[in-house]
């Protein structure tokens, strides 16, 4: 009697063991959740997101990449390709518009206690540019096509200014990184720059020696910040998971960690309304760019 427990206490163990080492398996082996990234936060220490996937995969119970890429359009192609599930994206391109729509705001970041940054104009510090008008037949650095503050807004001073870009500036160059184009600016291969003020304060903390050779000559309004998006072709379970685990980071000591060394003050909930404004200066500006390709004051 005693040696008949035993066979089936040795039958129940090895089943079990056998299920967990299957649905082990089988966790290990399903498809990884990938998020796209581009100059939108900053990358100086890029061991970083190998850190913080390993964190998310252990909260998701899935494997999570991170997809790095140069421009945020080739971040929006992949998300409507569905080659990527979510992306840290900029306002710029969430608010433009799709048909059909292939994306949903998910979560934004809180910095210095909201979820807003702005666009700041920069020159070298001993430069004797004060305001965006003296730069008229200067170097200029952008960071991307679809970025809100480092393209469109400058695009809007320039157009209630009553010039285009293009023959505003002697040069213009894009470098699709916040850094870089502080970099530019610094170093003097640019006599002016466009840049997203979270980079550069976060850089002038990481990077003093190089964002103290800068000054900001412009500061705009504020704007929702760059948000936390997903493609619509992903299970509402699945979503609804990965934005609570980002959103519960300001709430666990590790993600905390996480957050510090972002130097975010966590992820939040908030309305689409919060790039409004964005939505609003970029039909502005298209609806300026015919007039001003004839305007003789290019």
């Not at 666009?119 to 510090?125: A, E, K, N, P």
């Not at 972002?262 to 689409?272: E, V």
């Given at each position: 009697?005693?040696?008949?427990?035993?066979?089936?206490?040795?039958?129940?163990?090895?089943?079990?063991?056998?299920?967990?080492?299957?649905?082990?398996?089988?966790?290990?082996?399903?498809?990884?959740?990938?998020?796209?990234?581009?100059?939108?936060?900053?990358?100086?220490?890029?061991?970083?997101?190998?850190?913080?996937?390993?964190y998310?995969?252990?909260?998701?119970?899935?494997?999570?990449?991170?997809?790095?890429?140069?421009?945020?359009?080739?971040?929006?192609?992949?998300l409507?390709?569905?080659?990527?599930?979510?992306?840290?994206?900029?306002?710029?391109?969430?608010?433009?518009?799709?048909?059909?729509?292939?994306?949903?705001?998910?979560?934004?970041?809180?910095?210095?206690?909201?979820?807003?940054?702005?666009?700041?104009?920069?020159?070298?510090?001993?430069?004797?540019?004060?305001?965006?008008?003296?730069?008229?037949?200067k170097?200029?650095?952008?960071?991307?096509?679809?970025?809100?503050?480092?393209?469109?807004?400058?695009?809007?001073?320039?157009?209630?200014?009553?010039?285009?870009?293009?023959?505003?500036?002697?040069?213009?160059?894009?470098?699709?990184?916040?850094?870089?184009?502080?970099?530019?600016?610094?170093?003097?291969?640019?006599?002016?720059?466009?840049?997203?003020?979270?980079?550069?304060?976060?850089?002038?903390?990481?990077?003093?020696?190089?964002?103290?050779?800068?000054?900001v000559?412009?500061k705009?309004p504020?704007?929702?910040?760059?948000?936390?998006?997903?493609?619509?072709?992903?299970?509402?379970?699945?979503?609804?998971r990965?934005?609570?685990?980002?959103?519960?980071?300001?709430?666990?000591?590790?993600?905390?960690?996480?957050?510090?060394?972002?130097?975010?003050?966590?992820?939040?909930?908030?309305?689409?309304?919060?790039?409004?404004?964005?939505?609003e200066?970029?039909?502005?500006?298209?609806?300026?760019?015919?007039?001003?390709?004839?305007?003789?004051?290019?």
């Open positions: 009697m005693a040696r008949s427990r035993r066979n089936v206490l040795r039958v129940t163990v090895f089943v079990l063991a056998l299920f967990f080492s299957i649905g082990t398996a089988w966790a290990q082996s399903e498809k990884p959740l990938r998020l796209g990234l581009t100059a939108v936060v900053a990358s100086e220490n890029l061991r970083f997101f190998d850190r913080w996937a390993a998310l995969t252990k909260k998701m119970g899935r494997p999570v990449e991170f997809i790095r890429r140069r421009s945020y359009r080739e971040v929006m192609e992949m409507e390709a569905g080659s990527i599930d979510f992306a840290w994206i900029c306002g710029y391109p969430f608010v433009q518009r799709r048909e059909p729509e292939y994306l949903q705001l998910m979560a934004v970041p809180i910095y210095q206690e909201n979820p807003l940054y702005h666009s700041y104009i920069i020159v070298h510090r001993d430069s004797p540019y004060k305001t965006l008008d003296d730069l008229q037949e170097v200029f650095a952008f960071s991307d096509p679809d970025s809100n503050s480092g393209f469109l807004y400058p695009q809007f001073l320039l157009a209630n200014m009553g010039f285009h870009v293009e023959r505003f500036f002697r040069e213009t160059v894009f470098t699709f990184n916040h850094g870089e184009t502080i970099e530019a600016v610094a170093e003097r291969f640019a006599d002016g720059g466009a840049v997203d003020s979270y980079i550069w304060e976060y850089l002038a903390e990481v990077k003093p020696e190089m964002v103290n050779k800068t000054r000559i412009n705009s504020p704007f929702g910040f760059p948000p936390l998006v997903a493609r619509r072709g992903i299970d509402k379970e699945t979503t609804a990965f934005s609570e685990i980002m959103i519960s980071m300001s709430e666990d000591p590790e993600g905390r960690a996480f957050l510090k060394e972002l130097k975010l003050d966590g992820f939040g909930i908030f309305a689409p309304e919060l790039f409004q404004n964005i939505r200066i970029a039909d502005e500006v298209k609806k300026a760019r015919p007039w001003l390709s004839g305007n003789n004051r290019k």
